[in-house]
């Protein structure tokens, strides 16, 4: 799998880096005994590898039977499942499946179905912490719309937590999905869920690790 670096952390990086240049060479000059400047450059060099890491951006491409099948829009864990009222844009009962990241997780967000964005929508809101149930309505947010091939409608939406401040969407309305691609970022720790129709088939349980864009989470019924 090749893995290269997302475009959302490019900027970040650089400034990153000028700044531990100028505050490490500041040390090295003013600083003694030698130890201290020492810790500071170990200190640095961890701490961006940490960052560098967090804006990695493998390149993955989905080798499974693509009909009617959802993935995971994430890396991360599986911390919801379960039949809920979805009230801001399918306005009805459906499958809600959430995958919550961490800091050290990929932060891609890839498209979780085949088919065609209808609308996207950002939503503002609060920055909790991003597992906990009442996120997925109270935080700030971004919803995709997705029509499925099958003619099914689908809802993902991406959540800030309380580090992640930013959230990015590619998707929009009149944009093809495919689940090679991704349809946004989110920066430092949050979560995507996932509004399912009730009679789809699920793939995962409550506490199951995800890939983005590989994991199988589950099914539409063929209409």
Known sequence: MKVKLHREGVNILIILMLILVVINLSAWMFIRPVAIPVTFTVISAVFYLLVLNF????????????????VSSVDGTVVALEEVFEPEVLKCRCRQLSVFMTIFNVHANWFPI??????????????????L???????????????????????????????????????????????DWHMGFIK???????????DAEIYVNIGDKTTGGVTEVGRLKQQ
């Open 55 to 70: 804006f990695r951006s493998p390149l993955r491409t989905f080798r499974g039977n693509r009909e009617n099948v959802v």
């Open 114 to 131: 085949d088919g065609e964005v209808l609308e996207v929508k950002h939503h503002s809101g609060r920055f909790m912490a991003a597992n």
């Open 133 to 179: 149930p009442k996120s997925s309505t109270e935080n700030e947010r971004s919803t995709i719309v997705i029509r499925a091939r099958n003619g099914q409608i689908i809802v993902a939406r991406q959540i800030a937590g309380a580090v992640a401040r930013r959230i990015v969407t590619y998707a929009e309305p009149g944009d093809e999905a495919s689940i």
């Open 188 to 198: 430092f720790g949050s979560r995507v869920d996932i509004f399912l129709p009730l």
